[in-house]
């Protein structure tokens, strides 16, 4: 099943309600939203920094990613960036095709 690297950061509404309601509730949110798409969260930590949640997700699918984001992103409290995470063997995979790329100015 595909992994799925989540980094979000709450606006400040986002974490007036973290503040309210907890930060194991979030977590406990993750899975229940994780499960109801077919996978699970694999890791949900908080951070400081450039962004509040770091979060691992396998998934079924790029398009239960991208609901997963969307959703999120639609609460307005929330902004997330999403990014496919690769295995070895994929990464493997996809250096021994060959791609016809000319860089710019070559």
């Known amino acids: ?6 980094q979000a950061s709450y606006t ?9 309601e907890g930060a194991a509730s979030r977590v406990q949110s993750a899975n229940k939203v994780a499960e109801a798409l ?3 969260c694999d ?15 396998d998934l079924p699918s790029a398009s ?17 960036k999403t990014t496919q995470m690769l295995t070895a063997s994929e990464a493997d995979e996809a250096l021994k095709k060959s791609v016809n790329f000319r860089p710019p100015g070559s």
């Open 38 to 40: 077919g996978g699970k």
């Open 12 to 20: 400040a509404d986002g974490l007036k309600g973290l503040q309210k």
């Open 64 to 80: 239960d990613a991208a609901a997963l984001a969307f959703a999120v992103s639609a609460s307005g409290v929330i902004r997330t």
């Open 1 to 6: 099943m595909p992994k799925y690297l989540v």
């Open 43 to 57: 890791g949900f930590y908080w951070a400081f920094g450039d962004h509040d949640v770091i979060a691992i997700f």
